[in-house]
Nanobody, 122 residues
Framework: QVQLVESGGGLVQSGGSLRLSCATS????????IGWFRQAPGKEREGVSS?????????YYAESVKGRFTISRDNAKKVVFLEMTKLKPEDTAVYYC??????????????WGQGTQVTVAS
């Protein structure tokens, strides 16, 4: 059974930073890419970043976050991180991690966490 548990969301001022965590199992990290997605009120869920399975993983970013967000994985802790810097009010959303194919498309992911709220105040 694939389980994903996000944490690390909160309220931050514009320009600030947050680090999100996605805790899972070693099997999940071995077999699936882990993606981060977000959904703002009234908007569709969109892909933010993904990291491929095995080893340190290969990162992939949406253009809107490239240069500001960094995805990484700690295999010993079985956690995937999303380090978010230079946050903007438009980054405000519920952030989800998911397990599936290496892409930023929601339909490529079969397993989802419960989400964590990120609010960026202007």
């Amino acid at each position: 059974q694939v389980q994903l548990v996000e944490s690390g969301g909160g309220l931050v001022q514009s320009g600030g930073s947050l680090r999100l965590s996605c805790a899972t199992s070693q099997d999940t990290l071995d077999y699936y890419a882990i993606g981060w997605f977000r959904q703002a009120p009234g908007k569709e869920r969109e892909g933010v970043s993904s990291i491929s399975s095995h080893g340190d993983g290969y990162p992939y970013y949406a253009e809107s976050v490239k240069g500001r967000f960094t995805i990484s994985r700690d295999n010993a802790k079985k956690v995937v991180f999303l380090e978010m810097t230079k946050l903007k009010p438009e980054d405000t959303a519920v952030y989800y991690c998911a397990a599936g194919r290496f892409s930023l498309r929601t339909e490529h992911y079969s397993y989802w966490g419960q989400g964590t709220q990120v609010t960026v105040a202007s």
